[in-house]
């Protein structure tokens, strides 16, 4: 699932640049051209994340970030400022508002991609799904394929959901019942044998290409992914 990122920026050609930019990166951009349409849109669906100008006509960007903390709906939403002010005492003032992060205009696009990911890592981790590679294998979440160099490997959904959550997961020993947990959920009759069914069948799959032994039985426990 992508990211919602409201960016809420008067300036036409940063807010499409901002736009662009995020959406080669996966997120799902929303954007507001200025702090009462964005507020509207807040009231609407709560983001994941904003992007918030300081200087907008109308209510201002501080203005509007302390609405937002002033809402139990929405006071926990990271927010980052930019600004045109690289003044410290804007800066202060902003993180004193309740901003995560500052960025000064101007700002490479590419900086502001990372410093996103790095408070959605912190906050919701789930919703940054990045490609993986591990021992030449790789999982791309967003494409939803399966690779060793060019050779695509055919993985089932389930068995996509087990590779993805080992590979974020490596060196970590889970029993069948915390994969059920994990893949399945809590609402899901699954059993354990369903586990090794699932196991088998991506075994197989990575057979393919010679990696099936990234994942390892450990008698009396259950499963790990390990490169060792
Ligand atoms: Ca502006």
């Known amino acids: 699932m992508a990211a919602n990122i409201l960016i809420v920026e008067d300036e036409t ?3 499409e640049l901002i736009a662009l930019n995020l959406q080669q990166a996966g997120f799902n951009p929303i954007r507001a051209i200025n702090a009462e349409y964005a507020d509207n ?5 709560v983001p994941d994340l904003i992007v918030l100008d300081w200087m907008l006509p109308g209510m201002n960007g501080i203005e509007f970030l302390k ?5 139990s709906l929405t006071k926990k939403i990271p927010v980052i400022m ?6 410290e005492d804007n800066k202060i003032m902003g993180l004193n508002a309740g901003a995560d992060d500052y960025l000064t205009k101007p700002f490479s696009p590419r ?5 996103i990911k790095a408070l959605l890592r912190g906050r919701s981790p789930e919703l940054i799904d990045e490609p ?3 021992s030449e294998l790789n999982l791309n979440p967003q494409t939803h394929q399966v690779q060793v160099d060019d050779k695509l490997i055919k993985v089932g959904p389930t068995e996509f959901k087990l590779l993805h959550f080992f590979m974020k997961n490596t060196e970590i020993v889970f029993s069948r019942n915390q994969i059920i ?5 809590n609402n899901y009759d699954v059993d354990e044998r369903t586990v090794d069914v699932h196991i088998k069948r991506l075994r197989k799959n990575l057979a393919e290409v010679g990696k099936n032994k990234l994942i390892h039985t450990i008698r009396g426990f259950g499963y790990k992914f390990s490169e060792k």
């Open 13 to 15: 050609s940063i807010l």
């Open 41 to 45: 849109i807040v009231k609407e669906t």
């Open 67 to 71: 609405r937002l903390r002033g809402n």
């Open 82 to 87: 930019l600004t045109a002010k690289s003044e």
């Open 111 to 115: 900086e502001l991609v990372a410093r």
């Open 132 to 134: 993986i590679t591990i």
């Open 181 to 185: 947990n994990k893949i399945w959920g």
